[in-house]
């Protein structure tokens, strides 16, 4: 705890059965304690009389989990900790798992780290709805960082200080738990779990997770964060992936050395040419995530194909669409880029831009699959023989 700057923060709301041993637990290992009494109305103030060798920070009003954290991160900072294992009040977990977030630490490359308890959601006294609430949030956590977790929602946690002081963090309640660790991600942070213990048949255990209107709150939450994921995040972190290893070395090692067959990067080519080349404006980047993640295809080749379309080319794209839509139709239409940019012309001739658009995706698709195809397997071929001498 010395060594890493480390401290415990331990916000609490109403837990007079259990607060004074989980301190008790925690003080066998550390006196690095914070407690965020969150405006508690029980005996919680005289029970923390009798620690007076533990931080305390009162809040004359209950304002939420997610605002004591906030609170208990500052003061952490201000007495000059680096890094803060939070632990609820409720006597559910077990102080000798500190050690294992030590020890994880210590042997972490980067300490640009974030850990979180895994517990085993399998044992026989784990309620169901709780299962259930944290694989829909891992589901979502997946979507929205691409890092799959097998436990999103404990509370038994270690925060890399000065990386969360840089968060921009709103949510006050439960839901905070969860905008944090996404937003760390998207900020570079490493999200991972580590095993811990978990005692749920306590009959002292009160928990203050109100089941609809905080589930409600993480939902809202996390359709935010979806639509933030589709239109900046996978946006931005291809971009900065392409702009930090340059085109030829982004498709050696991305597209070529992906470890995917020629047929399924081929595919992932040809989906992604056909999203971007179709006329669904604004929806480009949902589908074809979608779509490759339904047809269990490469996420980022996929991706990056679908940008074909990108805004200079979107007047060509509109121009080449029309032409053939027209052809099909057999009618005439005089079109010109520069009438397409500033006056939108073809919103008038819609039925044959849409009918032109799905034909020029459908073949663009099937010409570059083809030769994304063909180029992969003889450089698959000519790698092998490379590789054998």
């Given amino acids: 705890m010395q060594q890493h700057r480390c401290c415990v923060i331990i916000p609490t709301y109403n837990n007079e059965k259990t607060l004074a041993k989980v301190l008790n637990s925690v003080l066998g290992y550390t006196c690095n304690i914070i407690v965020v009494n969150d405006g508690a109305t029980d005996s919680t103030p005289e029970i923390l009389k009798t620690f ?67 517990r085993n959601m399998s044992q026989s006294d784990v309620p169901g709805k709780s299962s259930f609430g944290n694989k829909f949030s891992n589901f979502w956590f997946w979507f929205e960082t691409g890092t799959w977790l097998t436990d999103t929602q404990c509370g038994y946690r270690l925060y890399p200080l000065k990386e969360i002081q840089k968060l921009k963090l709103y949510t006050p309640k439960f839901e905070f738990e969860i905008e944090v660790i996404v937003k760390a991600s998207w900020n570079g942070t490493l999200v991972k779990n580590v095993p811990v213990k978990i005692l749920y048949d306590d009959k002292d255990r009160v928990s203050h997770f109100r089941t609809v209107p905080d589930f409600t709150r993480i939902s809202i939450l996390n359709t935010w964060f979806v639509l933030v994921t589709i239109f900046y995040i996978k946006p931005r972190n291809f971009f900065r992936k392409l702009k930090k290893k340059g085109f030829k070395k982004f498709l050696l090692e991305d597209v070529m050395g992906s470890t995917d067959s020629p047929l399924k990067k081929a595919l992932s080519i040809a989906l992604g040419v056909f999203i971007g080349l179709s006329p669904f404006w604004g929806l480009h980047t949902l589908l074809v995530l979608f779509l490759a993640v339904l047809f269990k295809l490469n996420k980022p080749i996929a991706f990056a194909f679908s940008n074909v379309s990108l805004p200079p080319f979107i007047p060509f794209v509109v121009l080449i669409s029309l032409q053939i839509g027209s052809w099909v139709l057999g009618e005439t239409f005089t079109f010109s880029l520069e ?10 001739h819609l039925k044959a831009y849409i009918i032109g658009s799905l034909l020029f995706a459908t073949a663009s698709a099937l010409i570059l699959g083809g030769i994304g195809y063909l180029t992969l397997t003889y450089w698959g071929k000519r790698k092998i023989a490379v590789n054998n001498g």
Avoid: P
Wanted: charged residues 25%; aromatic residues 10%.
């Fill in 52 to 118: 007076s060798q533990v931080e305390q920070v009162h809040l004359k009003k209950n304002e939420g989990k997610g605002n004591a954290l906030k609170i208990g991160f500052k003061t952490a900072l201000e007495q000059g900790y680096e890094f803060a294992i939070t632990i609820d009040s409720d006597g559910q977990h077990f102080a000798e798992d500190i050690a294992v977030f030590l020890d994880a630490l210590e042997a972490e490359k980067t300490k640009n780290v974030l850990y979180i308890g895994a």
């Fill in 339 to 348: 009438g397409i940019h500033q006056n939108f012309n073809f919103l008038t």
